[in-house]
């Protein structure tokens, strides 16, 4: 079974423009979550798809959102990008999206903002 | 707000040695996540406690949950370079069932 891929894996921009990410899980699971790492920080929770609706979302201004699609694919989109906004935004795929349900991690898209 | 700190944030050790890594919180967890993450790569889970006292083993990977359920310790026998990596603890929220993630420890395990 494949597992959860992410594109691009790197991406340099500058500060003020926007940035599509790209996440399709694998296959079968209908839930996507996406997250923000940075040294030190840790993982913070972005948001969660399912179904192509969004569950639940983390404590990100509104410059950071997301969609999923019918067969599950999702992308998170930046825009006005700041200098903070450089990490490596996972994200994780499951079959129900609850945090008992093992969550699969794609290997990440690294985001430069100069 | 739940927080979650793991020490030591760094950790470098030779082939061989013992080492305990600890992920510690004053909140109550539902249940507890460990996960290794490798350079380029996501993490991946290696194990959840669940209840407290609980303890698991994968190998020479030995997982506690403190009896309080907030707090648990990861500790590694006899570490080999493939042991290198990322270790991050994720607790399951008692409000909110969402995820708390810590900082992560990074190990390094020299030949």
């Known amino acids: 079974k494949a597992g959860v891929t992410q594109t691009p894996r790197y991406l340099i921009k500058t500060r003020g423009q926007q940035v599509t990410l790209s996440c399709s899980p694998i296959s079968g699971h209908r839930s996507v979550s996406w997250y923000q790492q940075t040294p030190g920080q840790g993982l913070q929770f972005l948001f969660e798809y399912f179904s192509e609706t969004q569950r639940n979302k983390g404590n990100f201004p509104g410059r950071f959102s997301g969609r999923q699609f019918s067969n599950s694919r999702s992308e998170m989109n930046v825009s006005t990008l700041e200098l903070g906004d450089s990490a490596l935004y996972l994200c994780a795929s499951s079959s129900t999206g609850f945090s008992t349900d093992t969550q699969y991690f794609g290997p990440g898209t690294r985001l430069t903002v100069l | 707000t739940q927080l979650l700190e793991q020490s030591p944030q760094f950790l470098s050790i030779q082939e061989g040695e013992n080492l305990t890594v600890y992920c510690n919180s004053s909140?109550?967890?539902?249940?507890l996540q460990w996960y290794r993450q490798e350079p380029g790569e996501g993490p991946v889970l290696l194990v959840t406690?669940?209840?407290g006292g609980e303890v698991k083993k994968l190998k020479r990977l030995t997982f506690q949950f403190g009896d309080a359920r907030k707090d648990s310790s990861l500790h590694i026998t006899a570490a080999q370079p493939g042991d290198t990596g990322l270790y991050l603890c994720?607790?399951?929220?008692?409000?909110?069932?969402?995820?708390?993630w810590g900082a992560g420890t990074k190990l390094i395990i020299k030949p």
């Open positions: 994720a607790g399951e929220s008692d409000s909110n069932y969402q995820l708390i």
């Open positions: 406690v669940v209840t």
């Open positions: 909140s109550v967890f539902s249940s």
